[in-house]
């Protein structure tokens, strides 16, 4: 993710979490609407935020690169987040957002495990499921043209875009 994300302009990184993302950015600010997560960000001695994905306090055009990862699988489908993202960055911009893919074979096995070897765990909060082709259709129709895409295990995608 940081790699994509390399640049030397401001960064958020948007459900930030307890991330180590924060400390692998030149100019990052973590946003999460999770308060609890943002005390242990603290540690990366970068500026946070709590705030929400579908209303993120920064001006329009204002943010050089959007991260957002293993978010928007855990969130409602609908276009308000991609809406945001596109808003706070500017032309030209880079998104870099990753989520697993539901079309490939490797991540429904791996939710099957998580399902059978540990009930209630994360894979019981994916509630928006993306293929690789229904996101960039969702990301095109925001103004996103994609860079490139990288694979995690075969299962989960990164996807660093431009705003056009």
Same mark, same amino acid.
């Given at each position: 993710?940081?790699?994509?994300?390399?640049?030397?302009?401001?960064?958020?990184?948007?459900?930030?979490?307890?991330?180590?993302?924060?400390?692998?950015?030149?100019?990052?600010?973590?946003?999460?609407?999770?308060f609890n997560k943002l005390l242990y960000a603290?540690?990366h001695e970068a500026p946070l935020v709590n705030?929400?994905?579908? *209303?993120? &306090? +920064? @001006?329009?055009? =204002?943010?050089?690169?959007?991260?957002?990862?293993?978010?928007?699988?855990?969130? %409602?489908?609908? *276009?308000? &987040? +991609? @809406?945001?993202? =596109?808003?706070?960055?500017?032309?030209?911009?880079?998104?870099?957002?990753?989520? %697993?893919?539901?079309s490939r074979l490797t991540w429904r096995m791996?939710?099957?495990?998580?399902?059978?070897?540990?009930?209630?765990?994360?894979?019981?909060?994916?509630?928006?499921?993306?293929?690789?082709?229904?996101?960039?259709?969702?990301?095109?129709?925001?103004?996103?043209?994609?860079?490139?895409?990288?694979?995690?295990?075969?299962?989960?995608?990164?996807?660093?875009?431009?705003?056009?």
């Amino acid at each position: 993710v940081t790699d994509l994300a390399a640049g030397d302009g401001l960064t958020l990184d948007i459900g930030c979490g307890s991330s180590r993302i924060l400390s692998g950015l030149r100019r990052p600010i973590g946003v999460e609407v999770q308060f609890n997560k943002l005390l242990y960000a603290r540690k990366h001695e970068a500026p946070l935020v709590n705030a929400s994905i579908f *209303a993120l &306090p +920064f @001006r329009d055009n =204002s943010v050089n690169a959007v991260v957002c990862s293993e978010v928007i699988e855990h969130i %409602p489908a609908g *276009a308000q &987040p +991609f @809406r945001e993202i =596109s808003r706070v960055l500017k032309t030209g911009g880079k998104l870099v957002i990753g989520t %697993p893919d539901y079309s490939r074979l490797t991540w429904r096995m791996i939710e099957w495990f998580y399902r059978v070897f540990a009930p209630g765990g994360y894979a019981d909060e994916h509630i928006t499921q993306y293929s690789r082709a229904s996101l960039l259709r969702v990301l095109h129709e925001h103004g996103f043209v994609e860079d490139e895409a990288r694979y995690i295990c075969g299962s989960e995608m990164i996807i660093r875009l431009t705003k056009r």
